[in-house]
């Protein structure tokens, strides 16, 4: 059993940063992949990066290729998403996830955090 708790989301205006935290518990940090998920408003949640377990290898969407950066620090339990150049699209509700293997989908992923709000302005 994984629990998993956001924070970090906030108000910020275009081409500002944010990092969003997801503090996991339990002692098996390590053997999930961890991801994030965003839903906008009147949109379905699409899939914006994820990292493996321990090697490090990262993947993106297409939208945030080059402006978020994914990372974790297992020791910590604790995954990260910088967000930079921040864009009024990128306004969601951001979910961390957790699961057993890479995958777009969000139904592959079995843990849920309870989400936080970004909202970029112009």
């Known amino acids: 059993q994984v629990q998993l708790v956001e924070s970090g989301g906030g108000l910020v205006q275009a081409g500002g940063s944010l990092r969003l935290s997801c503090a996991a518990s339990?002692?098996?940090?390590?053997?999930?992949?961890m991801g994030w998920f965003r839903q906008a408003p009147g949109k379905e949640r699409e899939f914006v990066s994820s990292i493996s377990r321990n090697t490090g290898t990262t993947y993106y969407a297409d939208s945030v290729k080059g402006r978020f950066t994914i990372s974790r620090d297992n020791a910590k339990n604790t995954v990260y998403l910088q967000m930079n150049s921040l864009k009024p699209e990128d306004t969601a509700v951001y979910y961390c996830?957790?699961?057993?293997?890479?995958?777009?989908?969000?139904?592959?992923?079995?843990?849920w955090g309870q989400g936080t709000q970004v909202t970029v302005f112009s």
């Open positions: 996830v957790a699961g057993r293997s890479f995958s777009r989908i969000e139904r592959e992923y079995g843990y």
């Open positions: 339990g002692r098996t940090f390590s053997s999930y992949l």
